[in-house]
C-alpha cells in the first residue's frame, strides 16, 4: 500500500511540474516598453493603462520625456488607453474637490482616454514585448 501511494505522489508531483512548464508563458512577467506620439510629436505628459478584462489585470505607466513608458506585465491580450494627467479640482460648498483630465495637456484625443474607445490593443509574449502608439486626431 505504501508504494503504491508513493508511485501516486511521485506520479502527481511530475504531472503538476510538466503542467506548470507548459504554462510558463502566461505566468511569465515581461518588461514592456515604447513610445506614444500625437501625430509624430512625443506625448510627455499623462499615463498609458493596459487591461487584461479576462485576468481582471489592469497596469499603468506614466509617459516620460520623449513619450517613452516601460511597466512589467504577464503575456496576454491587452486593451490599452491612454488618458492625461489628472489634476484635482476646488470644491464647492459641500462637494469635496475632483479629479479631471488637465485641459491644458491638448494631445490625447479624447477618444484614447477609455479602453472602449481606443481601438488601441496589444498582445504581450515572450517575443512581443514593445509597443508603440501614434495617436491620431
Known amino acids: 500500500m505504501r508504494a503504491r501511494t508513493s508511485s501516486l505522489l511521485l506520479t502527481f508531483s511530475i504531472s503538476f511540474v510538466l503542467a506548470a512548464c507548459n504554462s510558463g508563458d502566461k505566468l ?3 518588461r514592456v516598453t515604447g513610445k506614444v506620439t500625437y501625430q509624430g510629436q512625443p506625448v510627455e505628459q499623462g ?3 493596459f487591461e487584461d478584462p ?3 489585470q489592469v497596469n499603468s505607466s506614466p509617459l516620460r520625456s520623449g513619450g517613452g513608458y516601460s511597466l512589467e506585465l504577464p503575456a496576454g491580450d491587452y486593451r490599452v488607453s491612454i488618458a492625461p ?3 484635482e479640482t476646488k470644491g464647492t460648498g459641500d462637494s469635496p ?3 479631471i483630465p488637465d485641459p491644458a495637456v491638448k494631445n490625447i484625443p479624447k477618444k484614447y482616454w477609455r479602453q472602449e474607445s481606443s ?3 496589444a498582445q504581450v509574449a515572450k517575443d512581443k514585448k ?3 502608439f ?3 486626431p
Open 28 to 30: 511569465a512577467r515581461y
Open 47 to 49: 499615463e498609458i493603462t
Open 54 to 56: 479576462t485576468a481582471g
Open 85 to 87: 494627467p489628472l489634476i
Open 97 to 99: 474637490p475632483d479629479k
Open 119 to 121: 481601438g488601441l490593443a
Open 130 to 132: 514593445a509597443f508603440d
Open 134 to 136: 501614434d495617436l491620431k
